[in-house]
């Protein structure tokens, strides 16, 4: 258990550096596009090797249609325009306030399941939700006119990526119990990355773009997909299989106080107190909802918790 307990949260704390190294690759002139673009391209042969380690290579490819269709629809949902919009959400806010907005997606996973019910979510999981968005106010600085002002347009584009990444989860669900979740993933990841590099080719010159790359621009890419991308998928997964999926979720929250942490040392970035207060409440309320089985968890019509 503890080396289960070890992966995932190193996976986390890994995953937890991504806008601090797009921040930095930023400085170096890497425009997102490009920045979304190679990232996704050099990861995906891992994926697929990732796949055939799982399944072995004649395998991967199944005929369900269906299957592949919402895998691939998730994939440009959340990889494609989610990526996108994330990143350029980066240029806008503190690295560490897009990591708690987006952090709050099982919020969304949430609120999304009680409408398709026509069903309230039980009271705790009610009083979870009202913590989280509570938060999200108080981080955007909602209270502080400057602050929410400059931080409003890039927080809706890193709520809009959380957005998508609720979606990417939902279809995650629907399409793994036809496909599972390893074809799921790598069927996603392909379409997105398609649908990133056809958006590259069409708005610049590649090989003159990726000529321009400073050394440390390519070694930040290094960085950004090996050890914030490639490797804590690895991690990650080898955690949930040691600890199970619920307890990984809750020790997947060490993620965006690293971030805050990182941020600070290494970008100067310092969160007001209300901001952090803000990330706090963020933060406690994905704790109720994870804690309560996010994936398993269904409500009857007194809005009680049953599994």
Known sequence: MWLGLALAMGGAMLLANKGILAKLLYAEGVDVTTLVAVRSAAALPV????????????RIVLRDRRGIAISAAAGLACYYVGAL?????????DASL???LLYAYPSFVVLVEAIRRGQLPPRRTLLALAITYVG??????????DLFDANAYGAALALASAVGFTF?????QAAAARIGSVRFTVFAMTAATAGLLAHFLALRPPLEELAGFTSTAWGLMALLVGAVTVLPLFMI???VRQLGAERAALVSTIGPPTTIVMAWIVLGEVLAPMQLLGAAAVIAGILVLEGRGLRGIRWNRK???TR
Do not use: K, T
């Open 237 to 239: 997964a080898e955690g």
């Open 168 to 172: 990417y989860f939902l279809a995650n």
């Open 98 to 100: 897009e990591r708690v």
């Open 303 to 305: 809005g009680e918790g």
């Open 85 to 93: 919009v994330n990143f350029e959400s980066l240029r806008l806010i």
């Open 136 to 145: 999200i106010v108080l981080a955007v600085g909602a209270l502080d006119a």
């Open 47 to 58: 994926f697929w090797i990732w796949a055939a380690m799982r399944l072995g290579w004649g």
